[in-house]
């Protein structure tokens, strides 16, 4: 499952070519890779401002073709979908069944419905992709943060407002580490200047690629 909202559009200011949601789709293509090499079946479900869109499980060169088409065609924008336009490809994620969602998991909206997905049953491994910026908060003069979805601006200066930030940043990411174990999800987190490995191996163990 890969969150193609617009806040996967973030990018740090020393890579701007490189995105949140490029990580995110190389992870999911990972994934994918590791699933087909143990003969496991593997689908994939969007989830966006566009909707949501679902690539039926199945295995084989021609999976991997739809899912690298599904994911090289995607362009995030808007908001999370609400439960109507999830219940779909929610219906066909059985229980038991293994999701790896990988996103920001900042929208409370979209926490909620992966709570809910494992509450149901399924056995759901969150990895939360943040960007190095998010991370270490590195600005060093005044400026306009925006928030990417919902379009809200703070006007401030970097250094005053850095030791702030990074304190309830990291408050955040507990507090949602705490939500998710107390659902049952296991939560790991990647920050885009890092290799896929590092997160893939605490995921997969001897099975990364």
Request: a negative charge.
């Amino acid at each position: 499952m890969l969150d193609t909202t617009a806040s996967m559009t973030q990018a740090d200011e020393a890579a701007p070519t490189r995105t949140r949601f490029d990580v995110a789709r190389l992870l999911a293509t990972c994934v994918y890779e590791i699933a087909q090499r143990q003969g496991d079946v593997c689908g994939l479900v969007l989830c966006g401002g566009a909707g949501v869109a679902l690539v039926t499980p199945g295995t084989g060169p021609r999976q991997r073709d739809r899912i690298r088409h599904a994911l090289a065609a995607v362009q995030p924008q808007g908001e999370w979908p609400d439960a109507k336009a999830l219940a779909p490809a929610w219906g066909r994620i059985a229980r038991g069944d293994l999701v790896v969602a990988i996103g920001d998991w900042f929208d409370d909206t979209a926490v909620e419905h992966m709570v809910q997905l494992a509450h149901a049953g399924r056995e759901v491994v969150a990895v939360q992709v943040l960007t190095a910026d998010e991370r270490d908060f590195p600005f060093r003069d005044g400026r306009r943060f925006v928030e990417q979805e919902g379009g809200e601006s703070l006007l401030g200066d970097g250094p005053a407002l850095r030791a702030d930030y990074l304190a309830r940043f990291e408050q955040a990411r507990r507090a949602l580490a705490a939500r998710f174990a107390a659902a049952g999800i296991r939560c790991v987190s990647h920050v885009i200047d890092a290799t896929p490995e590092s997160v893939l191996g605490a995921l997969f163990g001897d099975r990364a690629p």
